[in-house]
């Protein structure tokens, strides 16, 4: 007879993931002739991509600072700096990995998030900002002929403190206003300067 499906109650303590080692890329598929870094290739080779390049520019910022540790896809901020300073990252480009009649329009949304709910409950309507500070990455390449996002000459950051944003009350910021609210773009050799400027305003 087969076993019936158990159905959890929601006074149950909730299924966490366990913590893995980061992966080389010579580990091995069981019963495919293929290696993790194999997999890499396949599915993140195009750095243009819009969800590799935001990968990219959350790794860029976690070595600016010296962040370690690999990125947790749910976590409420996307950097954490041994100092304990929490940074929300952003990125945008002009150009993408699929054919454009014009440049791309640079914009930064989902500023604020809801706060995750552990369980299946509902959580507060409004979002909520949960970094410390945010920072705003471009990737500034116009032309494909020498576009490399592993360039960080190619690369522009704006760094915004946490009651900056919060006192804007906007789940999107665009370039005009972003250059308004800061000294203007830093470079990736300035940028974590000006993440440590930034968190000295936290009240």
Do not use: C
Not at 118 to 124: D, L, R, Y
Not at 130 to 153: E, K
Not at 182 to 188: K, N, P, S
Request: aromatic share 8%; proline share 5%; charged share 20%.
């Amino acid at each position: 007879m087969d076993s019936e499906p158990v159905i959890a109650s929601q006074d149950q303590p909730p299924l966490r993931p366990s913590v893995l080692p980061p992966l080389t890329g010579q580990e091995t598929f069981n019963g495919v002739d293929a290696t993790v870094a194999d997999f890499w290739r396949f599915a993140m080779s195009d750095l243009r991509m819009n969800n590799t390049r935001g990968y990219l520019a959350e790794f860029l910022v976690a070595r600016a600072v010296g962040a370690e540790g690999m990125r947790v896809e749910w976590d409420e901020y996307d950097v954490l700096t041994p100092g304990g300073i929490r940074i929300e990252v952003k990125s945008s480009a002009y150009l993408q990995n699929w054919e454009q009649r014009n440049l791309s329009r640079i914009q930064f949304s989902g500023l604020s998030r809801k706060a995750d709910t552990t369980g299946g409950g509902e959580g507060p309507a409004e979002g909520t900002y949960h970094a410390d500070v945010y920072v705003f990455a471009v990737q500034t390449a116009t032309s494909h002929t020498g576009n490399d996002p592993l360039d960080v000459r190619q690369w522009d950051f704006y760094v915004l403190a946490r009651q900056t944003i919060v006192a804007l009350g906007q789940r999107s910021l665009g370039l005009a206003a972003l250059a308004r609210l800061t000294d203007g773009a830093v470079t990736y050799a300035e940028l974590a300067a000006a993440i440590h400027q930034a968190a000295a305003r936290r009240p």
